[in-house]
């Protein structure tokens, strides 16, 4: 819808052939009423309460996804924060005591961890081991900056105290008067590296989760919506592309309609969005053996996503989580908490499984009913609530959605060299875009890029032939 939108723009006639009855592909957000049958037959309704949903793909959108951002304004799609990062929600890992959720805010994870580390360096300059390459005034600004860091005492020990729980939180928080509040025991070094708690501390480093993420008012298909309102009238819906012929005028796309009967549709030039792990299915005729031959070569990421309606919001009403993501070691790997209708008194929708690899295909295995079941459990190891207020959900495997057969486009080092330049050029009259056509593979930014390049190549090239 991209290219199809810029493309009318510089005045072009255009076309689009959608497999589904609606458009947006991964762009989808399921709500109340939504059916989706997935490969394999397994039929899915979900029963989600009016206004609540679950975006089974893209769900957060990084502030430097200017592509993205660019049509949110130009199309006046409202965005809203998505809480990323939240110091309240938990990490879940197994220890010697077994499994137990602790609070990122006290590594009870971060701010531990950060503390054990300080002392020992603290302890190593102190006693000149860091002295190679500092001068004695960076040495002082080094212990002085440890001190600061890590929350150590003037004899630069991390220790339980009421200053170290300004940072990592109190057993009893303070109060009015004479009510200092009671502070908190730090974790040891030991158990943070026994149990692994350092493993998920720095999912908010990472440069495409950094502060501030959006996500659409009312459903990531908001987007999708806004593009098929300015391009709905050129789209051809039900439309399940068999063939692709190229030659030297046009190329000629052949598809099965909604009543089973086939067509064509032809063009002077082909933006094709279609994934990879579909295309490598379709008849391609007047390709050449390069472009075939990459097309075939890159794998689709199995995942799983479930969206887990709950009788009341315990998140926020016995644990203070509003927003954020909890990260476990258990198969559903995280739990994300809605961004949004904070304090409500109704019910409320959780991301409650983001699953990759073999737990993925583990899971989409099972029924739907079955999927549910397991993935409640594993939320009422976090919270014990979860199997009291389960309502319903909704599951996808992305591996068994038809019109995709995966999440997205992986690449390794090989993959990238070898046949991406040769998935991105130009291939006459035809071109490929989509997220596997940018280096922001699984995000909308990248399908974004993707098509407007594509544009301007084939604007570029109808403009020699002209």
């Known amino acids: 819808m991209a290219s199809a939108y810029e493309m009318q723009k510089a005045g072009y006639d255009v076309q689009i052939l959608e497999f589904n009855g609606r458009a947006g592909g991964r762009c989808w957000t399921i709500r109340g009423g939504d059916e989706y049958t997935e490969l394999g037959g397994f039929k899915q309704t979900c029963e989600f309460d009016r206004g609540l949903y679950i975006n089974p793909g893209p769900w957060r959108i990084p502030c430097h996804h200017h592509a993205y951002l660019h049509y949110a304004r130009e199309f006046g799609v409202k965005l809203e924060p998505f809480i990323m990062e939240n110091w309240n929600a938990y990490i879940h890992r197994e220890g010697k005591n077994g499994q137990q959720p602790t609070r990122v805010r006290q590594a009870e994870a971060r701010t531990d961890m950060q503390g054990h580390v300080a002392e020992l360096l603290n302890k190593a300059a102190s006693q000149g081991n860091l002295d190679t390459g500092l001068t004695t005034e960076d040495k002082e ?14 004899d630069g020990r991390y220790v339980k105290s009421l200053e170290t729980s300004t940072f990592r939180g109190y057993d009893r928080d303070p109060g009015a008067r004479l009510e200092p509040g009671t502070p ?10 026994e149990r692994r708690l350092w493993s998920d501390l720095n999912q908010g480093m990472w440069y495409e989760f950094r502060s501030t993420m959006f996500e659409p008012v009312g459903g990531m298909d908001a987007m999708a919506r806004a593009f098929e309102s300015r391009v709905g009238r050129f789209i051809k819906y039900r439309a399940r592309v068999t063939e692709i012929k190229q030659d030297t005028d046009k190329v000629t796309a052949t598809y099965v309609d909604a009543d089973g009967t086939t067509k064509t549709a032809s063009g002077d030039y082909c933006i094709c969005t279609i994934p990879l792990s579909i295309l490598s299915q379709i008849k391609l005729t007047g390709v050449d053996k390069d472009l075939a031959e990459a097309i075939k070569k890159v794998p689709y990421a199995s995942s799983f996503k479930a969206g887990v309606q709950y009788k009341r919001r315990f998140w926020e009403q016995d644990d203070d989580i509003y927003g954020g993501i909890s990260y476990t070691d258990l198969p559903n790997q995280l739990i994300s908490y809605p961004s949004n209708n904070y304090f409500s008194t109704g019910k409320g929708v959780v991301l409650g499984a983001y699953m990759f690899g073999t737990d993925a295909v583990v899971m989409s295995g099972m029924s739907p009913e079955e999927r549910l079941k397991k993935v409640v459990e594993y939320n009422a190891q976090l919270h014990p609530a979860a199997a009291k207020e389960f309502d319903n959900g909704v599951t996808v495997g992305w591996h068994r959605v038809p019109w995709t057969l995966g999440c997205y486009g992986l690449y390794n080092a090989d993959t990238r060299e070898r046949y991406y330049p040769t998935l991105c050029a130009r291939h006459g009259r035809m071109m490929l875009a989509g997220e596997h056509t ?23 090239f109808a403009s020699s032939q002209a």
Do not use: C, R
């Open 438 to 460: 940018s280096y922001w593979n699984g995000w909308q930014e990248g399908a974004l890029l993707a098509a407007t390049t594509a544009v301007q190549e084939m604007h570029k």
């Open 141 to 154: 600004k080094l212990l002085e900056a440890l001190h600061e860091w890590g929350f150590l005492n003037k």
């Open 184 to 193: 908190s025991q730090p974790i040891g070094l030991d158990t943070l590296l």
